[in-house]
């Protein structure tokens, strides 16, 4: 018998009607989605999407992280699909469902360390700690806790505190009201710990762009200060950001971190375009994977409607984390005013 039973008679026919139901649905949805190089221009749609993604996995017990809502999302992209498809979707969701109930439970300071660890933003595992994605609880796992190293437990203590912001509230946290301390009497109200700290790092954004919450996280990648290495080799990583040149090799430059000596590496490498698509298959968010492969596809058959430089970190506030794709590099040969420069990272893969 299934470990959902209870809740979700997984077995009954009328809860594969309604499954198959939502996930054609869900399709129709997201392929008017998927017409959206920015979804933030469609924000009502993805809002759309996103509801029916969640209303599947809560059946299912799942929470909403990226990892189990890209099983659904990547379904989407498939041109065609018929019953014996939803079938296998269906039984994909209840193992992955059963495997989860059997995993060894973690607390939630726990999971919160071990984010940090990863390098994860907060949509990869929110969902897991109860944490709501507002703007105060992000700020606090990526600026009080990941850069500035505040107790776990204090920051978890503090979110439940975020967690009760009211959605009109959390809606005016990104206008003008923050920064003109019109939100300050409710914040306090609340107890908010860190509420001074927030609203600073909303002026320093606002006066310079370029220190924008998301790239707090992105200190990681200035982690290391030696002098880059002519070659090494490594078989994990984070993609940050790709973009396609349209030479006679359809040459890739993929900007990614990893590791070296317990330091993270930030590097940009030329691969092959067949290569990158393999490293891509290797990542963990498949949903997102299949976006950018798509788009980079698109480049190769020359559609000027796709861009050539895919920014994966910006667009969709998280990495792309590959494991197991044994990657060996060497250094690009550089000059500057006819110079040998030493010191830079620009590499290209030892078989290209």
């Known amino acids: 018998m299934s470990l959902l039973t209870n809740s979700f008679p997984l077995h009954s026919r009328e809860t594969f009607d309604w499954f198959r139901d939502r996930v054609i649905h869900h399709r129709s949805k997201a392929k008017e989605l998927h017409k959206f190089r920015d979804y933030q221009k469609a924000l009502d749609l993805l809002e759309d999407v996103t509801s029916i993604e969640t209303e599947i996995l809560k059946k299912f017990g799942l929470p909403e992280t990226f990892e189990f809502m890209s099983i659904i999302d990547l379904f989407s992209w498939r041109e065609e699909i018929d019953d014996f498809d939803i079938e296998e979707l269906f039984g994909t969701l209840k193992e992955t469902a059963e495997c989860h109930l059997l995993s060894a439970a973690k607390s939630d300071v726990k999971i919160l360390i071990e984010a940090k660890e990863k390098h994860l933003t907060a949509n990869d595992f929110f969902a897991m700690i109860g944490a709501d994605a507002n703007m105060y609880n992000v700020f606090l796992y990526e600026t009080m806790f990941y850069i500035n190293d505040f107790d776990a437990d204090s920051i978890l203590f503090e979110m439940k505190k975020g967690n009760t912001i009211a959605p009109e509230m959390a809606v005016k946290m990104n206008s003008a009201l923050l920064l003109k301390g019109k939100l300050d009497e409710t914040a306090k109200e609340i107890g908010l710990q860190f509420w001074d700290e927030f609203v600073e790092q909303k002026k320093t954004e606002r006066q310079n762009p ?31 950001s790709i973009e396609y040149f349209d030479d006679e090799n359809n040459t890739i430059l993929v900007e990614l971190v990893t590791s070296l000596d317990l330091s993270m590496l930030p590097i940009l490498v030329y691969m092959p375009f067949d290569e990158v698509v393999r490293l891509l298959k290797k990542t963990t968010n498949h949903a997102i994977a299949a976006n950018v492969r798509t788009m980079l596809f698109e480049c190769l058959k020359r559609n000027s ?39 830079h990272n620009l590499y290209e893969m030892t078989m290209f």
């Open 210 to 240: 370029q220190k924008k919450a998301i790239q707090y996280m992105d200190i990681v990648r200035n982690g290391f200060y030696g002098i880059f290495p002519t070659d090494f080799a490594f078989d994990e990583g984070f993609i940050h």
């Open 305 to 343: 409607e796709y861009a050539n430089r895919i920014e994966i970190r910006a667009w969709h506030r998280t990495y792309l984390h590959f494991r197991g794709f044994d990657l060996t590099v060497k250094k690009c040969l550089v000059e500057k005013n006819g110079i040998p420069v030493e010191e």
